[in-house]
């Protein structure tokens, strides 16, 4: 899956009908408050989108919108969480069916993660993070817990229980997986000052990490 095959979901504004909504509005008035939140926060930014215009621009009230989420930073908080579970399903459908080395384990986190970065919507939220976590705190922890730490966590178990299995285990596979994980981020912001790399780019940055990650095995 490529950044060119994934453009940002379009926000459509609720229909609303007479009297109480069924199940089926319910959620319906739940997804267009997500997806316009979603498209104003990375069109106009967190600090210019007010929860006034997601009512507007979701074509619900404020009193609609003010119940299900009190403030702009629970909002936000919704819509990480909801695309995150998204993520996580084209994450599942990368996975091997088979056991492999640390490696390999490597390297399938590493390019999964990288392609993932390419994403057009993942690359929009970490532009997002990137211009306002300094003034918005709340917007880098979001993503730390929900995201980043999730990540490093299941990465730091599959480490662990890859190198069990091998009858060298691994001291500290939490710090190897942060340090593994930082790598990939720096590199991949550090290359878009020049245009979003290639899968190829990636793929291949991802090969020398690994090797600098395995040809240190002794310290691990």
Sequence with gaps: MTASSNALRKPRAFTPKRGRPSPDQVIAIEKSILTVAQELFLSDGYATTT????????????????????DKPTLF?????????????????????????????????????LESMRIAEIAAFDHLLAAESRRFPELARVFYEQGYQTAVTLLASNITRIAAASGWPVGDALSIADAFYAGLIGWIRAKRV??????????????KLVAIFIGGRASW
């Design 51 to 70: 929860m006034e215009a997601v009512a507007s621009a979701a074509g619900v009230s404020k009193g609609t919108l003010y119940n299900r989420y009190p």
């Design 77 to 113: 908080n919704a819509i990480v969480s909801d695309r995150l579970a998204a993520w996580k399903q084209i994450e599942h459908t990368r996975k091997p069916d088979r056991d492999h080395s640390l490696a390999e384990e490597l390297q399938y986190s590493g390019a999964g993660f």
């Design 194 to 207: 020049h245009g979003e790399p290639t899968s190829e780019e990636c793929g291949a940055y991802v090969s």
